[in-house]
């Protein structure tokens, strides 16, 4: 796995978004993509900025 491939754990991605946990999940519950690896929950960091930018162009338009 190349070494620029980041996944993140709930509170990380909730630390790089300034947000708390529980909004993690309920932007999970919208459509963040997630990887489910046994009973962890992890973020492809790459996957979740192109998905907050999406979100942010929406509401531009």
């Given at each position: 796995m190349?070494?620029?491939?980041?996944?993140?754990?709930v509170?990380e991605?909730?630390?790089?978004?300034?947000?708390?946990?529980?909004?993690?999940?309920?932007l999970?519950?919208?459509?963040l993509p997630?990887?489910?690896l046994g009973k962890?929950?992890?973020?492809d960091?790459?996957?979740v900025v192109?998905?907050?930018?999406g979100?942010?162009q929406?509401?531009?338009?």
């Amino acid at each position: 796995m190349p070494a620029d491939i980041k996944f993140l754990t709930v509170e990380e991605v909730a630390e790089m978004l300034q947000v708390k946990r529980t909004t993690i999940y309920n932007l999970k519950k919208k459509g963040l993509p997630f990887i489910k690896l046994g009973k962890n929950i992890r973020f492809d960091q790459d996957a979740v900025v192109k998905w907050v930018r999406g979100k942010a162009q929406q509401i531009e338009e």
